[in-house]
């Protein structure tokens, strides 16, 4: 019955690909819950295991006394006698091995039950710390169900959660279809196995897609420094070239794009803007804001702010649609950035332009007066917007307001410029 025991035991850790030492231990802590059932916590026992032999071996140890008071830790002197043959005084051990029959078929059942039990919680260890090793990784699984909220994946036999939120906007997937991913979190439960979330819309994701398509940041001779995401929609990444050598931009992207092309792809399309990382906030920005070209910056490294200076025609480019573009470069530099309207110097040349006719002698007297002029009157009409009403009027399609009180200044001068004239 030993070895039946041994040999049943030995099929059941075999399918769960477990190690025999702990199965062997798992054995041991099952018999001694048996004997702490039957004999008591106080009983001095010891269960010994062999698993090559396929033996179990189950010693009681008790005191011999003249009379007993606890049956389960002691032994009087003629019964240890007739038990062993051999003579013994008060205070004298005995040791006596008990056979497995002895604790019944219902004991036995539990032992096999406290096994699996031992087994589970112990595979739920093993696939624990098998995946926390594995969060930042991507995995690939295979989709078996889909829920209203979430999928359900299939990775190595264990169960993965792929929740909705996590999932790239208007991506679908058919059951039977792999999924690459990326291990966001692993949680241990009360009960039942540990919950594993994987995730393709978290930053992680795609700077591990980065790793695996280019060799050069695998290999760390190019650093992911930031990245900032709108899953599926858009994504700036921040590189930097630890070797002068390399032109970390080029790399990442490829002959004609070969590279990040397949990223893309593997994104649902999302567009990806690879920027050089410097330590120059203000140009680090400036590249951040691309394609808009930027005429000052003004930074508030305590704060971490910075005011974006910028002609009429560039501020639809720096919020880009539905104030992506600025949003991204914010999240991208660390930066909350605000958008100033430069309108002076625009106003001031469509001005001069139009006084092209003044002779060269009354030109050269009203000049500078018309410079002044414009810029006395338009002092106060630049606009200063922060990100949050520069995005909601890019949302909106609002026209700006100051056509008419620049088309009126625009009146005065000519104005003035004509009597000064006459």
Request: hydrophobic content about 35%; proline content about 2%.
């Amino acid at each position: 019955m030993r070895g039946e025991i041994i040999e049943a035991f030995s099929q059941m850790a075999k399918q769960k690909n477990i190690d025999r030492d702990i199965l062997e231990s798992i054995i041991k802590d099952a018999f001694k819950k048996m004997m702490e059932k039957k004999y008591g916590q106080d009983a001095n026992y010891e269960v010994v295991v062999n698993m090559e032999k396929g033996n179990i071996e189950i010693f009681l140890y008790k005191t011999v006394v003249e009379e007993v008071n606890d049956p389960n830790t002691e032994i009087d002197i003629e019964t240890a006698k007739e038990k062993s043959g051999e003579d013994f005084s008060p205070g004298d051990d005995f040791v006596e091995e008990l056979p497995i029959e002895e604790f019944g078929r219902r004991l036995v059942l539990n032992l096999k039950q406290n096994l699996n039990n031992k087994i589970r919680e112990l595979e739920k260890e093993v696939t624990f710390n098998k995946y926390k090793d594995l969060v930042g990784e991507i995995i690939v699984g295979e989709v078996y169900q889909i829920k209203p909220n979430s999928m359900l994946l299939i990775h190595n036999g264990n169960e993965i959660i792929f929740p909705k939120s996590e999932q790239i906007q208007n991506e679908r997937f058919r059951k039977g279809e792999t999924v690459r991913a990326v291990v966001k979190s692993v949680e241990k439960k009360s009960s039942g196995p540990p919950t594993i979330i994987v995730s393709r819309t978290d930053n992680e994701f795609l700077q591990k897609l980065f790793e695996l398509e280019i060799p050069e940041i695998y290999d760390k001779l190019i650093e992911i420094k930031a990245i900032a995401r709108e899953p599926g929609e858009r994504a700036k990444i921040a590189v930097y070239s630890n070797d002068d050598r390399i032109d970390a931009v080029g790399a990442c992207v490829g002959m004609k794009g070969s590279r990040i092309h397949s990223i893309v792809r593997e994104l649902n399309n999302e567009n990806i803007d690879v920027i050089n990382y410097t330590d120059d906030n203000a140009l680090f920005i400036a590249r951040a804001l691309a394609p808009a070209k930027i005429e000052e910056i003004i930074l508030d490294n305590a704060n971490k702010t910075a005011k974006i200076k910028a002609d009429e025609d560039q501020i639809s480019l720096i919020i880009g649609k539905n104030g992506q573009n600025i949003k991204l470069a914010s999240k991208l530099t660390g930066f909350q950035l605000d958008v100033i309207r430069e309108e002076k110097k625009k106003l001031a040349n469509e001005i001069l332009t139009e006084n092209d006719e003044i002779e060269d002698e009354e030109y050269d007297e009203t000049e500078e007066e018309i410079e002044d002029e414009v810029e006395d009157e338009v002092e106060d009409e630049v606009e200063d917007d922060t990100t949050e009403e520069a995005i909601e009027e890019s949302e909106t399609g609002k026209e700006s307001e100051n056509e008419d009180e620049i088309n009126d200044i625009e009146k005065s001068v000519k104005s003035k410029n004509k009597k000064d004239k006459e």
